[in-house]
């Protein structure tokens, strides 16, 4: 059975930095690409950045081009975000999901409990 596990967010001041984590089981994750995503209270999810499969293209959301990096271990079945430069804005829960392409649909109807970003002073 597919599963995520995300990991690494919390409580930051603006201008700080977080590192999320996202370890997958169930699928071969180096035959697909991968995907974080976000929900903010009340909001949509929405694609934040996505990466191919040997992390030759990468796709972000203009909201967090520049602050965010999307990388991934296949080795370790483990995708990671880096996320800087954190502004109110970017508070949301943090999910990772596999996709057929770089910035397509989410793969898998299961989803892991997200980790919690939480930007403020």
């Known amino acids: 059975q597919v599963h995520f596990v995300e990991s690494g967010g919390g409580l930051v001041q603006p201008g700080g930095s977080l590192r999320l984590s996202c370890v997958a089981s169930?699928?071969?994750?180096?035959?697909?690409?991968m995907s974080w995503y976000r929900q903010a209270p009340g909001k949509e999810r929405e694609l934040v950045a996505s990466i191919t499969i040997l992390s030759r293209g990468k796709y972000y959301a203009d909201s967090v081009s520049a602050r965010f990096t999307i990388s991934r271990d296949n080795a370790k079945n483990t995708v990671f975000l880096q996320m800087n430069s954190l502004k109110p804005e970017d508070t949301a829960v943090y999910h990772c999901n596999a996709a057929r392409q770089i910035g397509g649909l989410p793969l898998f109807a299961n989803w892991g409990q997200g980790t919690q970003v939480t930007v403020s002073s």
């Open positions: 169930g699928f071969t994750l180096s035959s697909v690409a």
